[in-house]
């Protein structure tokens, strides 16, 4: 029957090598090691050496995931795909995902809350993104609404009010009109619904300044006049006018604007 003759330290920490009849057999970690008190001159029927290798494989799949862990609280699914993408049996998988939430390593219900509270402490992402986040991760509609509702209506619009004011900043050389609308645009896409926008409007209280409207679209307009240079005319000036219409505009604005340029080059 083959016996253990040796065992010896591996350079990676609690890990053995075990030598049978003196010849390297296997490897095995440190709990395994004391879980099976191998030792030299212990015999090793086929039985017992199944036994080791299924412990020994559940070993490294459990170090596996608090490797994974370590870095980060994660979701049950997320870590049932990383251990897959490790190739651990299903069997095993099964076993680490009890394990992890036996010892409270793994609770979906926590992860959403700290997830909830994260964002709204460090993003600007309304409830709508945060959900979709979450049900990517592979939580249940339930434990993201339980979640959720940790974003009471104060947070959601000094959130969202943080956000809008960014916006107003980074197209305040925009038309009113089109500086509205991004804002607007930029709330929904960071998960705030349509009530919440607009009370986030109301509060943001943006008032139309003529000196800045005009400009912009002064600033606007060179843009829209070099890029209608091949046309001459009155070609010129409908094509500068439909891009400057576009970006929020008004028609009058517009029309002042152009009747200078032209005189500008006549």
């Known amino acids: 029957m083959p016996t253990i003759t040796k065992i010896t330290t591996q350079k990676r920490k609690g890990r053995y090598n075990i030598f049978l009849d003196d010849e390297y057999a296997f490897p095995v970690s440190e709990s395994v090691l004391i879980d099976f008190r191998l030792a030299k001159g212990m015999e090793i029927p086929a039985e017992l050496r199944a036994e080791i290798d299924t412990a020994e494989a559940h070993a490294q799949a459990y170090t596996l995931a608090l490797n994974y862990l370590s870095y980060q609280l994660r979701t049950e699914m997320e870590m049932r795909i990383y251990l897959k993408q490790h190739d651990i049996p299903l069997a095993v998988r099964q076993q680490i995902i009890a394990r992890l939430y036996d010892l409270n390593l793994l609770d979906d219900d926590s992860y959403a809350a700290s997830y909830v509270r994260t964002m709204m402490r460090t993003s600007d992402k309304g409830p709508q993104v945060i959900r979709t986040k979450l049900r990517e991760k592979g939580l249940k509609p ?6 959720l509702d940790q974003f009471t209506a104060p947070d959601l619009l000094a959130n969202g009010q943080k956000l809008a004011e960014k916006l107003a900043h980074r197209y305040r050389q925009q038309s009113f009109q089109n500086q509205q609308q991004k804002i607007r645009l930029g709330l929904r896409q960071k998960g705030f ?62 029309e002042r604007f152009l009747t200078e340029k032209q005189a500008e080059e006549e």
């Open 193 to 254: 619904d349509g009530d919440t926008t607009n009370q986030i409007m109301s509060r943001l209280e943006l008032v139309k300044d003529d000196d800045a409207e005009w400009a912009a679209l002064v600033e606007q307009g060179e843009k829209a006049w070099r890029k209608t240079a091949r046309y001459s005319g009155y070609e010129r000036k409908q094509k500068a006018k439909q891009q400057l219409y576009r970006k929020g505009f008004a028609l009058d604005q517009i």
């Open 142 to 147: 339930e434990q993201i609404t339980n979640a």
